[in-house]
Nanobody, 123 residues
Framework: QVQLAQSRGGLVQPGDSLRLSCTAS????????LNWYRQAPGKERELVAH???????FFPASMKGRFTISKDKAEETTYLEINNLKPEDTAVYYC?????????????????WGQGAQVTVSS
């Protein structure tokens, strides 16, 4: 099984930058894709970034420009950095991993979520 542990979010001011982390543990070789989502109050969860098996990251058009993904492979950690934060970025941010049974004999198909990180942007 895979577990995802996220760093805490925080209260930040407009224009600030913030880096969130997501550390995977357990059967990490079963991970196929890793994604970041966010859910603002009263809104549906939306995709922030998708990293595929090839390691390339896709950002939806609405997320391009202020969001970046970096990785520390040795620490099995993925970072989401948000620059020039705006009040509309206020949301709970989740990392998500999909595992595939085809990756290794011991792998299963699953959808794993981190615990979420509240990010509040306010002056």
């Amino acid at each position: 099984q895979v577990q995802l542990a996220q760093s805490r979010g925080g209260l930040v001011q407009p224009g600030d930058s913030l880096r969130l982390s997501c550390t995977a543990s357990g059967d990490t070789r079963c991970i196929s894709t890793l994604n970041w989502y966010r859910q603002a109050p009263g809104k549906e969860r939306e995709l922030v970034a998708h990293t595929g098996e090839d390691g390339n990251t896709f950002f939806p058009a609405s997320m391009k420009g202020r969001f970046t993904i970096s990785k520390d492979k040795a620490e099995e950690t993925t970072y989401l950095e948000i620059n020039n934060l705006k009040p509309e970025d206020t949301a709970v941010y989740y990392c998500n991993a999909e595992t595939l049974s085809s990756k290794r004999w011991y792998c299963t198909n699953s959808d794993v979520w981190g615990q979420g990180a509240q990010v509040t942007v306010s002056s």
